[in-house]
């Protein structure tokens, strides 16, 4: 069975930190491109960030640029989301969204890109 998980969200202080965790079993990264999307309470999904299956190319999202960092592990079929100087407006379910893709350096923060999604894991900032 194909299925992507999330993990490492938590509550944590403004200013804080949090490192994400999107591992995949049933099938290997090494042939998708991976993305982070985000959904707070009452509004809809965003791309946060995301990553081509090469590693060489990332994108980020403006409101987490120079704080947040993607990278990936494809020996450990794991991508990472490092978070850093988190903010309340933070707060919200993040996913992690798997594209197969023949492009080895390229990815989009959009929706429509992605063909396997996680269930999410929780991110709380306190003020």
């Known amino acids: 069975q194909l299925q992507l998980v999330e993990s490492g969200g938590g509550l944590v202080q403004d200013g804080g930190s949090l490192r994400l965790f999107c591992a995949a079993s049933?099938?290997?990264?090494?042939?998708?491109?991976i993305g982070w999307f985000r959904q707070a309470p009452g509004k809809e999904r965003e791309g946060v960030s995301c990553?081509?299956?090469?590693?060489?190319?990332?994108n980020y999202a403006d409101s987490v640029k120079g704080r947040f960092t993607i990278s990936r592990d494809n020996a450990k079929n794991t991508v990472y989301l490092q978070m850093n100087s988190l903010k309340p407006e933070d707060t919200a379910v993040y996913y992690c969204?798997?594209?197969?893709?023949?492009?080895?350096?390229?990815?989009?923060?959009?929706?429509?890109?992605?063909?396997?999604w996680g269930q999410g894991t929780q991110v709380t900032v306190s003020s």
């Open positions: 990553i081509s299956k090469s590693g060489g190319r990332t």
């Open positions: 049933g099938f290997t990264l090494d042939y998708h491109a």
């Open positions: 969204a798997a594209a197969l893709t023949t492009v080895q350096h390229m990815c989009a923060i959009q929706e429509y890109w992605y063909h396997y």
